[in-house]
């Protein structure tokens, strides 16, 4: 079963100016150990979470073992929208937050990782395509 992992983010400041002691973002890896081959970032749509690949994982039809997004050469990191009750941390302030302030967290939560650059970047509402 994979872990769920934390990193502890202090004094982010929002878009709207708004500081924020303490953020905790929790993510999961598959595939590869971090750092020993290409890196893939999952992003998730806001009703889900960062069980992309294991057990009832929600993208198992694409991120797996000879898969589209194959776990035996790449690693893949997904990384849970901070409040989304996934991982029990809750954010009071939820509507203090637009997308933008997402997408920053999830840059400072790289960083962090010391990940300084990505294979492939895909999110959920991309690869909907129809044929």
């Known amino acids: 079963m994979n872990q769920l992992k934390h ?3 202090t004094n982010f400041i929002s878009e709207k100016g708004i500081k924020n ?3 905790q973002l929790s993510y999961e890896v598959f595939g590869k150990e971090l750092y020993s081959a290409p890196i893939i ?4 749509a806001l009703t889900g979470n960062s069980n992309v690949a294991g057990e009832d994982g929600w993208w198992i039809d694409v991120v797996g073992e000879n898969r589209v997004i194959d776990t035996n050469f790449y ?5 849970n929208i901070p409040g989304n009750g996934y991982d029990g941390f809750v954010i009071e302030n ?4 637009e997308a933008r302030d ?3 967290i999830f840059l400072l939560g790289l960083k962090a990782l010391k990940i300084e650059g990505l294979f492939a970047l895909f ?6 395509v129809q044929v």
């Not at 690693?75 to 990384?79: A, D, G, R």
């Open 123 to 128: 999110d959920r509402c991309k690869i909907d």
């Open 41 to 44: 970032l999952v992003n998730h």
């Open 94 to 97: 939820y509507k203090d937050f």
């Open 7 to 9: 990193i502890t983010l």
């Open 21 to 23: 002691k303490r953020i």
């Open 75 to 79: 690693t893949i990191i997904s990384f």
């Open 102 to 104: 997402i997408a920053n």
